[in-house]
C-alpha cells in the first residue's frame, strides 16, 4: 500500500499538540475498529499492569487493521476509554513509550475518557480505532 492520504490539521497559531493530532483530513477507504482490551489473541489477560495492557490493546488494534490492508499510520482516530485517570496521568512517559513502541511516532486526533467500568472486569483500558487506507 501507498503511504496513508492524510495531512494533520493545526492552526499555526496554536501551542504544539504533543501526543495527538488536532485534526486530520483523509481520502480512501474508511475502517472502522470496535473497541479492543489487554487480552490476547485466546480472550486472556496476561497482566493487570495498565501500561502493558495498553501495549496490547495497541497490539491488537494493528492485528484487526492489517486484516483490512492497514498499518498504523493510517489510522486516524483513536477513543481510549480507561479506568482511571490517575495512572493514566501518573504513567505518561511509560505510556507514550508502550505507544511508539506498536504505533511509531504516528499520532492521529485522539480522545480519552475515564470510565467506571468496562465490560472485562480486568480491562484497565479499551480503546476504538479509525483508519483511512489509501485509495
Known amino acids: 500500500m501507498s503511504q496513508p492520504a492524510h495531512q494533520a490539521l493545526h492552526p499555526a ?3 504544539a499538540a504533543k ?3 488536532n ?3 483523509a481520502e480512501g477507504r474508511t475502517v472502522f475498529l470496535g ?3 489487554g487480552w490476547n489473541v485466546d480472550q486472556v489477560f496476561e497482566t493487570d499492569d495498565f501500561i ?3 501495549r496490547q490493546t495497541l497490539m491488537n488494534i494493528v492485528a484487526v487493521l492489517a486484516e483490512a490492508g492497514g498499518r498504523p499510520e493510517h489510522i486516524v482516530r483513536l477513543t ?3 479506568t482511571s485517570k ?3 496521568l501518573a504513567r505518561l512517559k511509560e505510556l507514550g513509550e ?3 513502541s506498536v504505533m511509531g511516532r504516528h499520532y492521529p486526533t485522539m480522545s480519552a475518557v475515564q470510565v467506571v467500568a468496562l465490560m472485562e472486569d480486568r480491562a484497565k483500558v479499551e480503546i476504538e480505532a479509525t483508519a483511512v487506507l489509501p485509495a
Open 13 to 15: 497559531n496554536w501551542k
Open 19 to 21: 501526543g495527538y493530532s
Open 23 to 25: 485534526g486530520i483530513v
Open 35 to 37: 473497541g479492543q482490551i
Open 52 to 54: 502493558e495492557q495498553t
Open 80 to 82: 481510549w476509554f480507561v
Open 86 to 88: 490517575q495512572e493514566y
Open 98 to 100: 508502550a505507544y511508539k
